[in-house]
C-alpha cells in the first residue's frame, strides 16, 4: 500500500496518475485529504481517500497504519511546516510505515546564510527527523518547477523583457510533471531504500539564455535587465504585489545568483530512463503559438 499526502494538489494528483497510467492498481493507493469533496477526483480514479491534515497527529497516524511506502509531500503553510512535517515523520514511525519518502529541495550547502533559507530550514529539519527515525527512507531533493518560470516573467514580457535580480545565475528548472513521474517510478520500483537524490533538469540556465530563447520565439531582442534586490522588491509591491511575494521571488533570485539550484548532478535522466523536458521544449510549447 503507497500513501500520498498532499494528494490534492498539483504534484500528489501528478504521481497518483502516474502510477496508474503505469498499471499500479489505485486501490492500492492511498490520498490524505482534508475532505472527502477535495479528493473526489482521486475518489473516481479508485484511489482510498484517508481524511486527515498536517495539524492533527492522530488522523495522521490512523491514516498512515497499513502503510508500506508514505510518500510525504511538504507542506505549504510556510510558518508551520518544520513542525506540521516532524509530526508526520513521527506519526508514520508509530503507525508501522516501512518506507518514508520525502519531496526536499535541490540546494548547494545547508547553510542558515543560504538566502533561500526560508524554504531550506523545514527541509532540512524534516530529512533530519527522518534520518533519526530508523525508517527506510528515500529523499527526493527536487528543483524548482519550471511551470513557475512564466509567474517569474510576466504576462508582457514580450514587451517589458525579463527583469529579475538572479544576475548571472543559473538553475536547473524542471518540469512538475517529470518529477512526478520520477517519483512514480521510485514508489514502484526497487533498491532506492536510504538514498538521497538530486531530482534537476540536466542544463542549468541562466535568465539571459531564457532571453535569448523569447527573442529566437518572438522574433525580436528580448532583454534580460537584473536589477538590485531592494529595486526588484520595491517595483513588485508598487505594482501591488504583497510584499510576502515579492520576498519569495527575490529570495529565490539571490538563491540562484548564488548558485544555490544549479544541477551539478541529478539523478532525474536514470529515474526518468529518458531526457527531461527542456527549458527550450516547455517555452517553444508555451509561447511559439502566441
Not at 89 to 100: D, L, R, T, Y
Not at 147 to 155: K, Q
Amino acid at each position: 500500500m503507497i500513501t500520498i499526502t498532499g494528494a490534492t494538489g498539483q504534484l500528489g494528483s501528478g504521481v497518483i496518475d502516474s502510477l496508474i497510467q503505469k498499471g499500479f492498481n489505485p486501490s492500492n493507493i492511498s490520498a490524505l485529504a482534508r475532505s472527502e469533496e477535495k479528493a473526489q477526483a482521486l475518489k473516481d480514479k479508485g484511489v482510498n481517500i484517508k481524511i486527515g491534515n498536517y495539524n492533527d497527529y492522530n488522523s495522521l497516524v490512523e491514516a498512515f497504519k497499513g502503510t508500506d511506502k508514505l510518500l510525504l509531500i511538504s507542506s505549504n503553510e510556510m510558518e508551520n511546516r518544520s513542525q506540521q512535517q516532524v509530526n508526520a515523520v513521527k506519526a508514520a514511525k508509530e503507525a508501522g510505515v516501512k518506507h518514508i519518502l520525502y519531496t526536499s529541495i535541490q540546494r548547494q550547502a545547508d547553510s542558515s546564510d543560504s538566502p533561500i533559507n526560508f524554504v531550506l530550514d523545514s527541509h532540512i529539519a524534516t530529512e533530519e527527523a527522518i534520518k533519526e527515525s530508523g525508517m527506510n527512507y528515500t529523499i527526493l531533493r527536487n528543483n524548482l518547477y519550471m511551470d513557475m518560470l512564466p509567474w517569474v516573467l510576466g504576462e508582457q514580457v514580450f514587451e517589458t523583457g525579463i527583469y529579475y535580480p538572479a544576475q548571472d545565475g543559473r538553475i536547473a528548472y524542471t518540469m512538475r510533471s517529470d518529477i512526478a513521474e520520477a517519483t512514480a517510478n521510485v514508489l514502484m520500483g526497487h533498491n532506492h531504500e536510504n538514498k538521497d537524490y538530486n531530482i534537476s533538469n540536466t542544463h542549468s540556465l541562466s535568465f539571459q539564455e531564457v532571453a535569448v530563447q523569447l527573442s529566437v520565439i518572438s522574433g525580436k531582442t528580448v532583454p534580460y535587465t537584473s536589477p538590485t534586490v531592494e529595486e526588484y522588491k520595491n517595483t513588485l509591491v508598487g505594482a501591488g504585489a504583497p510584499a510576502e511575494v515579492a520576498d519569495m521571488l527575490a529570495g529565490f533570485a539571490q538563491g540562484i545568483a548564488q548558485g544555490e539550484l544549479v544541477a551539478d548532478d541529478t539523478d532525474l535522466p536514470a529515474l526518468l530512463g529518458r531526457e527531461a523536458v527542456s527549458y527550450k521544449e516547455f517555452l517553444n510549447s508555451l509561447y511559439a503559438q502566441k
